[in-house]
């Protein structure tokens, strides 16, 4: 299984939390920084956050502050904390290798979050 399984995306009121999983693959995690993804209708696939094997992390300037990227490297598991969520932070989260394209072969189906006014 390469393709990583994401969960934990929901519909939440603005100024509520969500808590994002993501089981990769093990040759994929233990070998590349890893990031949060995320695409809205009509927009374009963004990067969001991302974590080094070493735990350097980079938040994208529209979630600075709220959102929290953190990896277990033992278990192959991404996560994303989400607080203060905001409408505009609704879209489908995809979790995949920081530098991933839309080119890149092993995009899993998302987790949908909804935040709602």
């Known amino acids: 299984q390469v393709q990583p399984v994401e969960s934990g995306g929901g519909l939440v009121q603005a100024g509520g939390s969500l808590r994002l999983s993501c089981a990769a693959s093990g040759s994929i995690f233990s070998t590349n920084a890893m990031g949060w993804h995320r695409q809205a209708p009509g927009k374009e696939r963004e990067l969001v956050a991302t974590?080094?094997?070493?735990?350097?992390?980079y938040y994208a300037d529209s979630v600075k502050g709220r959102f929290t990227i953190s990896r277990d490297n033992a278990k192959n598991t991404l996560y994303l904390q989400m607080n203060n969520l905001k409408p505009e932070d609704t879209a489908m989260y995809y979790c995949a290798p920081a530098r991933a394209t839309m080119q890149y072969d092993y995009w899993g189906q998302g987790t949908q979050v909804t935040v709602s006014s």
């Open positions: 974590i080094t094997r070493g735990g350097s992390t």
